[in-house]
């Protein structure tokens, strides 16, 4: 039996561990990879002080630092199955079952999905695989390759591409169609896009964010957006065209662009081809909450958050008994505030197992997520405030209904 | 490659004819046009379709539900095998 355990082994668990282990817990952290990081393994940058962001580097520290603290760790283990069976959590593993009264689900965000015709190709990749091969795995995905969907991560990731020695011949929009929302309007990506401008040393996104503030200049500037496109750490971005097929022999050989208009549809006529050996889907992150739905937990659909979000306090519980919820499953944020989340899980998991004076701790803690939020130096969505006390309203009615109950 | 011949669900192979057909035939729900195409029932159990699955069933509802998941999470969410369902490691 554990005071404590964790499922997924990213900066929110680990944070969590390392927290719950200083106050005297004994926890167990469950992965279904075989290392510890999550997807801070993949995460190589440049921070706006100058100093590297090595993923790799400050996933072994915190596991470092959790192993030291004696929690305990069962990697390449999935977890298919969690119930709450006499006060107890039970979850469900390949090879055990394991118990436990506090259970924390840190399980990260998952990739969406843009079918484009032709990604079944041998040579089409999630963006997020190219950088898992980039940057951990040291392996160049290809020579030249296609980006399909143009958001924050994307321009991270070509970004980091580059620095590998690959070249990213475009960053372009999918084809509109019902599979596609957002990720294929001029627009909308426009907006998302203005706020990597303090990423970004180009003179022309740093411009958009000044000139595009208002709704009408978004629409005339995707209208007035150069048909050739621009460029973007000498990568061209591409928001007058889409890729309307990725097409191959027996891998990818490359795709077929065409010129669209502002409200994405495609001019006829204006198709061309671009030779590449390996094309990157980016249809952005989405909170990966399987298990919180299977253990019954209330959902609420938070488009800043990335998609539908289990329903948690700022403490970090769930509605359910012993059950909370750390990093990306509540919402897609950068590594550092998930680490922070996992921080205020850990204090709220030794406060339920009986640690006493922590409630200014937690406190503290809250204030320090807000914190790292504010000066994030990645923002998956510009609105993540609003979607965040949207979340906190939809607690507090929850809550004052079960009252009223 | 035609629209139309697009794979959406690559372990069950259903393309996007399929299940637009599908759709508009039986106007289902999106657990409907799971359970008659098979999309979302592979061997990654929706992993890599499902948000593409959910969007074409959604298309015709203006209003999407804010707080009831389309297509409903059922366990295991990872493959298990026989041997370990079984029970032979004890
Ligand atoms: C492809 C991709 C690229 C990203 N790139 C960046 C970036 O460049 N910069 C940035 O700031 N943020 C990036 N992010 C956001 C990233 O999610 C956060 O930075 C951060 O890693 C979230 O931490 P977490 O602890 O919540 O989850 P994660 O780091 O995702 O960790 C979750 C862990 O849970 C495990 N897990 C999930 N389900 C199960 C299960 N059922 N059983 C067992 N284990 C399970 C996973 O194996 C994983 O190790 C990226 C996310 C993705 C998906
Ligand atoms: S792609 Fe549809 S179930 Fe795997």
Request: aromatic share 0%.
């Given at each position: 039996m554990h005071n404590g355990i964790i499922i997924g082994a990213g900066p929110a668990g680990l944070t969590a561990a390392v927290t719950c282990a200083e106050n005297g817990l004994d926890v167990i952290v469950l992965d279904e990879y075989m290392r510890a990081g999550g997807r801070l393994l993949g995460q190589l940058y440049e921070q706006p002080d100058g100093k590297w962001w090595n993923g790799i580097k400050e996933s072994e520290r915190l596991f470092q630092q959790a192993v030291d603290l004696g929690v305990q760790f069962r990697f390449g283990t999935a977890v298919s199955n969690i119930e709450y069976l006499d006060d107890m959590w039970v979850i469900y593993t390949e090879k055990e079952v394991l118990q436990t009264s506090n259970l924390l689900l840190a399980t990260g965000a998952a990739e969406s999905p843009v079918p484009v015709p032709g990604w079944t190709l041998p040579g089409v990749m999630s963006v997020g695989a190219a950088q898992v091969m980039t940057n951990v795995h040291r392996v160049k995905p290809g020579e030249r390759g296609v980006i399909i969907g143009i958001n924050v991560l994307s321009a991270a990731i070509a970004m980091e591409l580059q620095l590998a020695g690959v070249e990213v011949a475009s960053l372009t929009l999918p084809r509109m169609s019902e599979v596609t929302d957002v990720e294929a309007h001029p627009k909308e990506v426009m907006d998302s896009l203005l706020h990597v401008s303090h990423m970004a040393p180009s003179p022309f996104v740093k411009l958009g964010s000044k000139f595009m503030k208002g709704d009408f200049m978004k629409k005339m500037g995707a209208a007035f957006y150069p048909k050739n496109g621009v460029k973007m750490w000498d990568i061209p971005i591409q928001l007058r065209k889409a890729v309307i097929e990725i097409y191959g022999e027996n891998q990818v050989e490359g795709v077929t662009l065409a010129t669209i208009n502002s409200k994405g549809d495609v001019v006829p006529g204006t198709e061309e081809n671009i030779a590449a050996d390996f094309v990157c889907i980016a249809g952005g992150l989405y909170p990966l909450a399987e298990l919180a739905a299977i253990a019954g937990c209330p959902f609420y659909l938070v488009e800043e958050l990335g998609g539908y979000v289990p329903l948690h306090s700022e403490e970090m519980e769930?509605?359910?008994?012993g059950l909370y919820v750390a990093g990306n499953i509540t919402g897609i944020e950068g590594a550092k505030v998930a680490a922070a989340q996992g921080h205020v899980a850990g204090l709220s998991i030794a406060r339920n197992n009986g640690i006493r004076s922590l409630d200014y701790k937690i406190m503290d803690a809250i204030q320090h997520v807000k914190t790292t939020r504010d000066h994030a130096y990645i923002q998956f969505h510009p609105q993540i405030q609003k979607g965040r006390s949207k979340i906190q309203d939809q607690w507090n009615t929850y809550q004052r209904n079960v009252q009223e109950v | 490659m035609q629209k139309n011949n697009m794979i959406i669900c690559r372990c069950e192979e259903v393309t996007y004819a399929d299940l637009k057909k599908t759709k508009e035939k039986y106007n289902c729900t999106a657990r409907e046009l799971k359970l008659r195409t098979?999309?979302?029932?592979?061997y990654c159990g929706g992993r890599t379709c499902r948000s593409a699955v959910d969007k074409i069933a959604s298309s015709l509802e203006k209003q999407k539900e804010k707080d009831i998941i389309p297509l409903k999470y059922q366990p295991p969410v990872r493959p298990v095998s026989f041997a370990d369902l079984g029970g032979e490691h004890k």
């Open positions: 769930t509605t359910l008994d | 098979r999309a979302g029932m592979g």
